[in-house]
């Protein structure tokens, strides 16, 4: 069955840099938009960031913008989310979704804390 | 920049029927934004209930529909079940990307 398994999160210092993971499993990966969606402690959701079936058309958040890059490769099935420049603001539970027409599946998150 | 509004909180009694809205801050919602529900509990990823304004998902039931109400989207719940008790967001596909609206926490009592 479709399984989106995210992984890489931590606490991580201002101004520093992580990377996360998102691993697909039960479909073709390279079929699919894939995105990074954040929520901040109690509060909503934001769409960070999506890719294209190749790589291309990348959207970006402003919120991220500059700091934040999307990247996968389709022969490891992955997503990933380069975060430099992190900030106390960035902390939160990123979480991996597959877009068909909506965010059909998603990861079970992995937490991102930025504190000093 | 244009913010996706919701209802901050509601309430429904069990049994009842509730309607979330999903509004602009500026300008009218329509079918050419998309729209979507997501049904989140507490320390779960969401899931969608409605996408393309009015197609459920695989597996929602059929008391959640969604529709457009005058220049909202909105997702209507009929007969409410204390499982319901969760908070919903709306998603706009919008010319800057796709945009969460805030989120209404629903409570059923």
């Known amino acids: 069955q479709v399984q989106l398994v995210d992984s890489g999160g931590g606490l991580v210092k201002p101004g520093g840099s992580l990377r996360l993971s998102c691993e697909a499993y039960?479909?073709?990966?390279?079929?699919?938009?894939m995105t990074w969606i954040r929520q901040a402690p109690g509060k909503g959701l934001e769409c960070l960031a999506y890719?294209?079936?190749?790589?291309?058309?990348?959207y970006f958040a402003d919120s991220v913008k500059g700091r934040f890059t999307i990247s996968r490769d389709n022969t490891k099935n992955s997503l990933y989310l380069q975060m430099d420049s992190l900030r106390a603001e960035d902390t939160a539970v990123y979480y991996c979704?597959?877009?068909?027409?909506?965010?059909?599946?998603w990861g079970q998150g992995t937490l991102v804390t930025v504190s000093s | 920049q244009t913010v996706v509004t919701q209802e901050p909180s509601l309430s429904v009694s069990p049994g009842g029927t509730v309607t979330l809205t999903c509004g602009l801050s500026?300008?009218?919602?329509?079918?050419?934004?998309?729209p979507a529900w997501y049904q989140q509990t507490p320390g779960r990823s969401p899931r969608t209930l409605i996408y393309?304004?009015?197609t459920r998902s695989s597996g929602v039931p059929g008391r959640f529909s969604g529709s457009i109400l005058g220049n909202k989207a909105a997702l209507t719940i009929t007969g409410a079940r204390a499982d319901d008790e969760s908070d919903y967001y709306c998603?706009?596909?919008?010319?800057?990307?796709?945009?969460f609206g805030g989120g209404t926490k629903l409570t059923v009592l």
């Open positions: 979704a597959r877009y068909g027409e909506h965010f059909d599946y």
């Open positions: 500026s300008g009218s919602v329509s079918t050419s934004y998309y």
């Open positions: 393309n304004t009015n």
């Open positions: 890719i294209g079936t190749t790589g291309s058309a990348m």
């Open positions: 039960g479909f073709t990966f390279s079929n699919y938009y």
């Open positions: 998603v706009l596909h919008m010319g800057s990307g796709i945009t």
